[in-house]
């Protein structure tokens, strides 16, 4: 099975930094993409970045300028680099990745998330 394992959540006060890790292993045959979404209490999962394998970006309006998505493919792993923290920004992050197990069939794969906790 595909398995993504995700680090570097925590809590941190607003105007920190965190950066997330996931790593996607398994039976796994190719990777279309990896992104991350994340889910506040009483809201709905949102995105907050994706990248695909050739590299191209897409960041929610409210990453833009403060976040940054990032890979390595030789690795399947993607990064989200967090900085100017905002109380708002307190969710679980989980890691979504885009994936072929075998020639022509695409899922969705995701972890099990990671709690990021922005307070004084």
């Known amino acids: 099975q595909v398995q993504l394992v995700e680090s570097g959540g925590g809590l941190v006060q607003p105007g920190g930094s965190l950066r997330l890790s996931c790593v996607a292993s398994?039976?796994?045959?190719?990777?279309?993409?990896m992104g991350w979404y994340r889910q506040a209490p009483g809201k709905e999962r949102e995105l907050v970045a994706t990248?695909?394998?050739?590299?191209?970006?897409n960041y929610a309006d409210s990453a833009k300028g403060r976040f940054t998505i990032s890979g390595d493919n030789a690795k399947n792993t993607v990064f989200l680099q967090m900085n100017s923290l905002k109380p708002e920004d307190t969710a679980v992050y989980y890691c979504?990745?885009?994936?072929?197990?075998?020639?022509?069939?695409?899922?969705?794969?995701w972890g099990k998330g990671t709690l990021v906790t922005v307070s004084s």
């Open positions: 979504n990745v885009m994936g072929n197990v075998r020639a022509f069939v695409s899922e969705a794969y």
């Open positions: 398994g039976s796994i045959f190719s990777i279309n993409s």
């Open positions: 990248i695909t394998h050739s590299g191209n970006t």
